[in-house]
């Protein structure tokens, strides 16, 4: 099972910033948080990770909260192109296959005009 | 390539049939996943490789899902006698090794009827 806890969905205006959250709280201290995002009829993406510091890279930004057991991603300026279904996933950093990347259902994120 | 490229990209196969799917990871991957992404849900992890070496097959759902990489490079998942339960998106992952190097594929569209 996942170990994290995200929204169905969530709609979003076109330029505005989009939040995401996620819920992990049984995260182990060795676990990253990962953002992958899955547009239609493709495979999914990576986005973005960290593990305990807020990360910013040129798709988006990750805020971790202090106790690491939730994380919000942030697309700062939403565009159609960003609608697809956003993953949150916990895992450690290397590992073979203990790397496995372990999704639940995500967030559908739909941005309108 | 550029990418992953895995094919056919659409697989109509008549149950009972049976069907080879197959992954071109990016050329010196070390590590490919092979994931089952039912409709409406988050890929699940079936199998991960480490060069030619299948390491975990913890995720095959049954004995008639076999998976190889004979030489390290290309891979092919193989179904035998399909149900329509195997209906579902397949997709491939490769990555050089490590936290954020995993391409997908777009995937693998099997449909049993």
């Known amino acids: 099972d996942a170990k994290t806890t995200q929204p169905p969905s969530m709609d979003c205006a076109e330029g505005r910033a989009a939040n995401l959250p996620c819920n992990h709280s049984?995260?182990?201290?060795?676990?990253?948080v990962y953002w992958y995002r899955q547009i239609h009829s493709q495979g999914p993406q990576y986005i973005i990770h960290?593990?305990?510091n807020n990360e910013t890279n040129e798709m988006a930004s990750l805020i971790i909260t202090e106790d690491r057991k939730s994380s919000t991603l942030i697309l700062p300026h939403a565009t159609l192109r960003d609608t697809a279904v956003y993953y949150c996933?916990?895992?450690?950093?290397?590992?073979?296959?203990?790397?496995?990347?372990?999704f639940g259902k995500g967030t559908k994120l739909s941005v309108k005009p | 390539g550029a990418g992953v490229s895995q094919s056919p990209r659409y697989k109509v196969a008549k149950r009972g049939q049976d069907v080879a799917l197959r992954c071109d990871p990016i050329?010196?991957?070390?590590?490919l996943f092979w994931y089952q992404q039912a409709l409406g849900q988050g890929p699940e992890f079936l199998t991960y490789?480490?060069?030619?070496?299948?390491?975990?097959k913890s995720g095959l759902p049954s004995d008639r899902f076999f998976a190889e990489r004979p030489e390290g490079s290309v891979s092919t998942l193989k179904i035998q006698r399909t149900q329509q339960e195997d209906s579902a998106v397949y997709l491939c992952?490769?990555?050089?090794?490590?936290?954020?190097?995993?391409?997908f594929g777009s995937g693998t569209r099997l449909t049993v009827v």
């Open positions: 490789f480490q060069n030619e070496a299948q390491l975990d």
């Open positions: 960290g593990l305990k």
């Open positions: 050329s010196g991957h070390v590590s």
């Open positions: 992952a490769s990555s050089p090794g490590g936290f954020r190097g995993y391409t």
């Open positions: 996933i916990v895992r450690v950093e290397y590992g073979g296959s203990q790397g496995n990347l372990i």
């Open positions: 049984t995260i182990s201290g060795n676990e990253y």
